[in-house]
């Protein structure tokens, strides 16, 4: 069989098949080794390269992403340097830049850099959500369970107690030790994959004995869902006008010009 | 011809194949319509395609495409988005172990060079005897066709598997590179006809889909092969001629 030249992006870090070439990367790459190259090493690094490989390559690092995106993974430096750049570290900077203008014009995603410190990149939706379209409709139901929870969290002021939560979800007849029919194990999915993709954060509340945790607002959620719209979808679950949580009202209407969220202007 | 700009539209149309990566025509002009009016941009029923060839000529250069084909089971038109970097079943394996990939290679192996495009269960699992990799174990292997099913890769009825419309039309330029001997064309519709029936006449044998079979002969009285002029044996079998455009 042909073995072509695959694109890195269709295999995932855990079984991403060893480089078997002499000039593989070194396999134990890692964000503190990793330095960003000097101006000189990048214009060395242009040179080196055949035409055309810098398209590739800003091809190879858009689907490594949009794989990952599948699964709404955050994307590490090392790991795009490590399975897709490989020995062109240098061209980093500028297949990044070109990678980020694709995701804009082409799928209206848009890279962010969620941690500065360890280079973790995610993708977010850039195009505005539809008025007319209550987030409820959205095709995937855990999506529904996870307005409830962000709204849940944005009504308390930020921060939601563990233990709020898993009541809040009784009262709608979601049990956090029984397997849910549609999502599965409740509170594996808030506590994990809602976590690690950063829609939910889930941190240990100090000075806590037994141990209590706390739900917050991810960093994904903060850039993808409107305060606003989260405010009328609480509204509409508990048939209420969202103008009578005046101070929740008043938040998110105020901050829905200060949060990161993407700008409208697109033409 | 000239191109469209690439507008909200169209991206909001690319965002949703990613989602779903299959859809019939009739959805896929239903999501036309509904992409064009969430981003308030004039909406054409008519020029679906040259819409798709716009968010197509942004995707080339990134491997990557929205490819149109038909239908073995109902002869609808289907859009795919397809990776075409890949040129085998290495596409599927972010999501696929290398044994389970080898075993959906065996398959389609297994449907490719049967006459009717089909696989019995039994027959899947009887060549997990000759596998190279890890072996997969009964139980395995059942869950691994359901999930291919779910994947949309293969179709399964009453225990047997053919290869999906998605399969068929993102593996194209797989299939025939590895099946050029074994792989015969539709002789109506000149692509790969998997399910379909075959002229009795041995100098002949050409091979025809269903439904291209049910649309080639429809209201003949006697029907005879298009290419051998022997007599048609076989059922025609009937197809709604549109699916139904009622739903939203
Ligand atoms: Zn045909
Ligand atoms: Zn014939």
Same mark, same amino acid.
């Given at each position: 069989?042909?073995?072509?030249?695959?694109?890195?992006?269709?295999?995932?870090?855990?079984?991403?098949? =060893?480089?078997?070439?002499?000039?593989?990367?070194?396999?134990?790459?890692?964000?503190?080794?990793?330095?960003?190259?000097?101006?000189?090493?990048?214009?060395?690094?242009?040179?080196?390269?055949?035409?055309?490989?810098?398209?590739?390559?800003?091809?190879?690092?858009?689907?490594?992403?949009?794989?990952?995106?599948?699964?709404?993974?955050?994307?590490?430096?090392?790991?795009?340097?490590?399975?897709?750049?490989?020995?062109?570290?240098?061209?980093?900077?500028?297949?990044?830049?070109?990678?980020?203008?694709?995701?804009?014009?082409?799928?209206?995603?848009?890279?962010?850099? *969620?941690?500065?410190?360890?280079?973790?990149?995610?993708?977010?939706?850039?195009?505005?959500?539809?008025?007319?379209?209550?987030?409820?409709?959205?095709?995937?139901?855990?999506?529904?369970?996870?307005?409830?929870?962000?709204?849940?969290?944005?009504?308390? &002021?930020?921060?939601?107690?563990?233990?709020?939560?898993?009541?809040?979800?009784?009262?709608?007849?979601?049990?956090?030790?029984?397997?849910?029919?549609?999502? &599965?194990?409740?509170?594996?999915?808030?506590?994990?994959?809602?976590?690690?993709?950063?829609?939910?954060?889930? *941190?240990?509340?100090?000075?806590?004995?037994?141990?209590?945790?706390?739900?917050?607002? &991810?960093?994904?959620?903060?850039?993808?869902?409107?305060?606003?719209?989260?405010?009328?979808?609480?509204?509409?679950?508990?048939?209420?006008?969202?103008?009578?949580?005046?101070?929740?009202?008043?938040?998110?209407?105020?901050?829905?010009?200060?949060?990161?969220?993407?700008?409208?202007?697109?033409? | /011809?000239?191109?469209?700009?690439?507008?909200?539209?169209?991206? =909001?149309?690319?965002?949703?194949?990613?989602?779903?990566?299959?859809?019939?025509?009739?959805?896929?002009?239903?999501?036309?319509?509904?992409?064009?009016?969430?981003?308030?941009?004039?909406?054409?029923?008519?020029?679906?395609?040259?819409?798709?060839?716009?968010?197509?000529?942004?995707?080339?250069?990134?491997? /990557?495409?929205? =490819?149109?084909?038909?239908?073995?089971?109902?002869?609808?038109?289907?859009?795919?988005?397809?990776?075409?970097?890949?040129?085998?079943?290495?596409?599927?394996?972010?999501?696929?172990?290398?044994?389970?990939?080898?075993?959906?290679?065996?398959?389609?192996?297994?449907?490719?060079?049967?006459? !009717?495009?089909?696989?019995?269960?039994?027959?899947?699992? !009887?060549?997990?005897?000759?596998?190279?990799?890890?072996?997969?174990?009964?139980?395995?292997?059942?869950?691994?066709?359901?999930?291919?099913?779910?994947?949309?890769?293969?179709?399964? !009825?009453? &225990?047997?598997?053919?290869?999906?419309?998605?399969? *068929?039309?993102?593996?194209?330029?797989?299939?025939?590179? /590895?099946?050029?001997?074994?792989?015969?064309?539709?002789?109506?519709?000149?692509?790969?006809?998997?399910?379909?029936?075959?002229?009795?006449?041995?100098?002949?044998?050409?091979?025809?889909?269903?439904?291209?079979?049910?649309?080639?002969?429809?209201?003949?009285?006697?029907?005879?092969?298009?290419?051998?002029?022997?007599?048609?044996?076989?059922?025609?079998?009937?197809?709604?001629?549109?699916?139904?455009?009622?739903?939203?």
């Amino acid at each position: 069989m042909a073995q072509r030249k695959r694109l890195s992006g269709a295999q995932t870090s855990s079984q991403a098949k =060893r480089p078997s070439g002499s000039q593989a990367a070194p396999e134990d790459e890692d964000d503190q080794t990793f330095t960003l190259p000097s101006s000189s090493q990048v214009l060395r690094g242009m040179e080196s390269l055949a035409p055309g490989q810098l398209e590739q390559k800003t091809a190879e690092v858009v689907q490594y992403f949009l794989v990952k995106d599948q699964k709404k993974f955050a994307i590490r430096r090392a790991d795009i340097v490590k399975h897709v750049l490989k020995e062109q570290r240098n061209i980093y900077p500028e297949v990044m830049r070109r990678a980020a203008a694709t995701f804009q014009q082409v799928f209206g995603l848009k890279l962010v850099e *969620i941690e500065q410190k360890n280079h973790l990149y995610i993708l977010i939706n850039s195009l505005e959500p539809s008025a007319a379209a209550p987030p409820s409709s959205s095709t995937n139901p855990k999506t529904g369970l996870l307005f409830v929870v962000l709204g849940l969290i944005f009504m308390k &002021g930020g921060v939601a107690r563990e233990n709020v939560v898993w009541s809040t979800l009784k009262k709608l007849r979601i049990d956090p030790r029984e397997k849910h029919e549609e999502f &599965g194990d409740v509170r594996k999915l808030l506590t994990e994959e809602f976590v690690r993709q950063r829609y939910l954060e889930y *941190i240990r509340i100090p000075h806590t004995d037994p141990v209590e945790f706390e739900f917050g607002w &991810g960093q994904r959620a903060e850039y993808e869902v409107s305060k606003p719209r989260i405010l009328s979808f609480m509204g509409e679950l508990h048939q209420q006008d969202p103008q009578t949580w005046s101070q929740q009202y008043r938040e998110a209407h105020s901050s829905s010009s200060s949060t990161p969220s993407p700008s409208p202007s697109q033409r | /011809m000239s191109q469209q700009r690439m507008e909200d539209s169209h991206r =909001r149309f690319l965002q949703a194949m990613m989602t779903i990566g299959v859809i019939d025509r009739q959805g896929a002009k239903t999501l036309h319509r509904r992409c064009c009016e969430e981003h308030k941009t004039q909406h054409s029923p008519d020029r679906l395609d040259s819409f798709i060839d716009t968010i197509n000529s942004k995707l080339q250069p990134l491997f /990557m495409q929205i =490819r149109k084909g038909m239908s073995e089971d109902d002869g609808n038109q289907y859009y795919v988005l397809v990776n075409t970097a890949e040129t085998d079943v290495t596409r599927m394996s972010s999501d696929y172990a290398d044994n389970e990939l080898e075993l959906f290679r065996k398959t389609m192996d297994l449907i490719i060079s049967s006459e !009717n495009g089909k696989a019995s269960s039994t027959d899947i699992l !009887n060549c997990t005897d000759t596998m190279t990799s890890k072996k997969l174990k009964k139980i395995e292997t059942e869950q691994l066709l359901k999930r291919l099913v779910c994947d949309k890769w293969l179709s399964e !009825n009453q &225990g047997e598997y053919t290869l999906s419309t998605r399969c *068929i039309i993102e593996m194209e330029p797989y299939i025939r590179a /590895m099946y050029q001997d074994q792989v015969k064309m539709c002789h109506i519709c000149h692509n790969f006809a998997f399910q379909c029936q075959i002229c009795d006449n041995p100098a002949c044998g050409i091979k025809i889909h269903n439904p291209c079979v049910a649309r080639y002969f429809k209201g003949r009285v006697e029907p005879r092969c298009p290419a051998c002029d022997d007599f048609w044996p076989h059922e025609i079998p009937e197809f709604p001629q549109h699916q139904s455009s009622s739903k939203r």
